[in-house]
């Protein structure tokens, strides 16, 4: 495992249209570090700069304190696992696993166990001798996650690998990769659009929006405090609506919004009474239940959908509209009022621009 360090790195393709811009950031030896963000944003650019493929404009590449700026791919000691595989037809599973280490002349007995080790950690073992068109598409990601890991790389680099499966076989990836990187002791950079694989795999996330980090943090810190608009509905449905400080008090404010007179957490930065500030609240965080307390304010029930576990609903209330999602629905007629409420620690405020 390797610490990953990259200072003020840019790319551009195109004369004046910058991919990646000033990227900086450090990521921890043993780490599963996600790189998250929309096509088009610079993560697999960036990816791709750091398996060696691509060379930066500006700034540079190290791993555990040398630069590897300039250094060629088969030099880094780094695995890489593609979004499609990229299997080789003819050849079994292990002649196909075995592919990097014959390029590393690695030979005879060491050979053969490296190949059944990364095998066995994929739970592909019983699978050397088929040819990769009769597995599964699970399967053949499995092989293709051995064939990185079977030179015994210091740092693996994942390039969308489970967005050509189904849902279910993604929900069962996502734990399995977790476990052999860890197993393994690699740190691993994965790219990927997708927030619940970043979310529930990640140990840190690195959210890109037009080439430049929006904010560096763990699964919660990013869900739970995010640092821009951005950030806040990328990482899941979002009610955005303005707010404006009436008053401090301790470490609270009272706000103006849409719905009424509310109480918020004092954010890390400075308000004062006239501030106008952006308030975002998740739409689990918005309760439907008779007697709410602080925060509470009536509210009409336009639209529901039932989902199994929870229920969505669209809310009227003052001058403004919320989505609310309510675990183990219970039945509820629409056009019905009830009494929402948010609790103020589930208020995020951002400065407005």
């Known amino acids: ?121 994929v739970k592909m073992a019983d699978y050397a001798d088929r040819k990769p068109a009769s597995l599964s598409g699970g399967q053949q990601q499995r092989v293709a996650l051995a064939r990185a890991l079977a030179f015994r790389p ?40 997708d927030r619940r694989e970043a979310l529930s795999m990640g140990d840190r996330i690195a959210v890109v929006n037009q080439g430049r980090l929006e904010q560096i943090g763990t699964p919660e810190q990013l869900y739970r405090t995010p640092a821009t608009r951005f950030v806040a509905e990328f990482m899941g449905p979002a009610n955005v609506f303005s707010a404006t400080v009436s008053s401090l008090a301790g470490g609270y404010c009272k706000l103006k919004t849409p719905f009424g007179e509310m109480t918020a957490a004092l954010p890390a930065f400075a308000v004062q009474p006239g501030t106008r500030l952006t308030a975002i609240v998740r739409p689990e965080s918005v309760r439907l239940e008779a007697g709410f307390g602080l925060n509470g304010f009536p509210a009409r029930l336009e639209q529901g959908a039932f989902l199994g576990e929870f229920g969505i609903w669209e809310l009227t209330a003052g001058e403004g509209r919320l989505t609310a999602h309510e675990l183990c629905p219970p039945r ?11 609790d103020p620690a589930h208020i995020i405020l951002l400065e407005t621009p």
């Open 154 to 193: 210091r740092l693996l680099l994942l390039d969308e690998p489970l967005s050509n499966l189904d849902a279910k076989l993604r929900d069962t990836m996502r734990s399995e990769i977790r476990r052999i990187c860890k197993s393994a002791g690699l740190t691993a950079v994965y790219v990927t659009h």
């Open 332 to 342: 509820r007629d629409e056009g019905a009022v009830v009494q929402a409420g948010i």
């Open 1 to 121: 495992m390797i610490k990953v360090q990259l200072h003020g790195v840019g790319k551009t393709y195109t004369a004046g249209v910058p991919v990646l811009q000033d990227v900086s950031l450090a990521i921890q030896p043993g780490e599963l570090f996600f790189l998250l963000g929309p096509s088009g944003c610079g993560k697999t650019t960036l990816l791709r700069l750091l398996a060696g493929f691509l060379q930066p404009d500006a700034g540079t590449i190290e791993f555990d304190g040398q630069d590897v700026t300039g250094l060629a791919p088969e030099k880094r000691d780094a695995g890489l696992v593609f979004q499609n595989y990229a299997l080789w037809p003819h050849m079994t599973v292990f002649e196909n696993v075995a592919f990097g280490l014959d390029t590393r002349k690695v030979r005879g007995e060491a050979r053969q166990k490296q190949v059944m080790e990364a095998l066995e950690m």
